[in-house]
């Protein structure tokens, strides 16, 4: 279960890569914004101020997350991305850190894209972090008992469905986009007590925390903070720092012509 109060904790970190994402859309007056996983609704907000003039709609599929973004004032819906489909008027969709968790997204970008009018514009950006230590130690912990036969259906290999930078900005091309695509690695200075186990405790740790309970959930996060503190060693003025590397692509749609048209 998502726990938006968790998840920004590290708001001002988290949301970084939503403004370097945003920067690089070039709608002017767009008619309808589409954030697709809107979370708790604080960067949805920021949609409306860019674009004052534009009808917002937010999706996300937890309905935590979809009650945290009402209670800011969005108007969002709790509902599958896979079962999203574009207004006739939308112009602009953005989806940050959100697709990672759909296995087909691939396929779902190619979509919309082609139910997207001409001129409008695509954007999303998901982490690249998959194999770093934050999640090898989890994995590695996961398969130990007591945890591995409670946890032996969990999605650990969700980066699995993350491409390259490459990936992306060809098969938008050949869906006839213009393609902009990047990634960047965040250098993160964390401060608190264990900060690297409370920033994965409100994104990778989540599917872990569904299975367990409390007692295990609890072990498991202590059996945690010595391998994670040995990855991430903290610096002498009590800092961590702690890198993420994200992937972004901004597609502007029939900027650019189809393959063989």
């Known amino acids: 279960m998502w726990d ?3 998840y920004l904790a590290f708001a001002d970190d988290r949301s970084r890569p939503f403004y370097d994402l945003m920067s690089r859309v070039g709608a002017d007056r767009p008619r309808r914004v589409v954030d697709l996983g809107c979370g708790p609704g604080n960067l949805t ?5 860019r674009w004052p003039s534009a009808t917002i709609e937010a999706w996300d599929s937890s309905p935590q997350m979809v009650a945290a973004a009402r209670e800011r004032g969005i108007d969002a819906t709790t509902g599958d991305l896979r079962n999203w489909t574009p207004q006739p008027d939308t112009d602009v969709v953005i989806s940050n850190a959100a697709l990672h968790w759909v296995p087909e997204h691939s396929d779902l970008l190619v979509r919309w894209v082609d ?5 409008s514009w695509l954007a999303i950006q998901v982490p690249g972090n998959f194999e770093t230590p934050s999640h090898a130690v989890v994995r590695a ?3 130990r008992e007591p945890y591995a036969k409670l946890m032996r259906d969990i999605p650990f ?8 930078p490459a990936h992306y900005a060809n098969l938008l091309m050949d869906a006839g986009c213009k393609v902009d695509a990047w990634e960047t690695t965040y250098l993160h200075q964390l401060s608190g007590e264990h900060p690297v186990l409370e920033w994965i405790t ?3 740790l989540v599917p ?3 299975r367990l309970d409390d007692e295990h959930w609890d072990r498991f996060r202590q059996e945690l903070i010595p391998l994670l503190e040995d990855a991430y060693p903290p610096r002498s003025d009590g800092t ?3 890198p993420f590397r994200r992937l972004f692509v901004v597609a502007e749609v029939g900027g650019a012509r189809r393959s063989g048209g």
């Open 208 to 210: 872990v925390r569904e």
């Open 240 to 242: 961590t720092v702690f």
């Open 4 to 6: 938006p109060d968790v």
């Open 202 to 204: 409100g994104t990778a």
């Open 157 to 164: 290999r969700v980066g699995a469905v993350v491409h390259s």
């Open 141 to 143: 912990l996961a398969r």
């Open 115 to 119: 139910e997207l009018p001409a001129g």
């Open 45 to 49: 907000r920021h949609l409306s101020r």
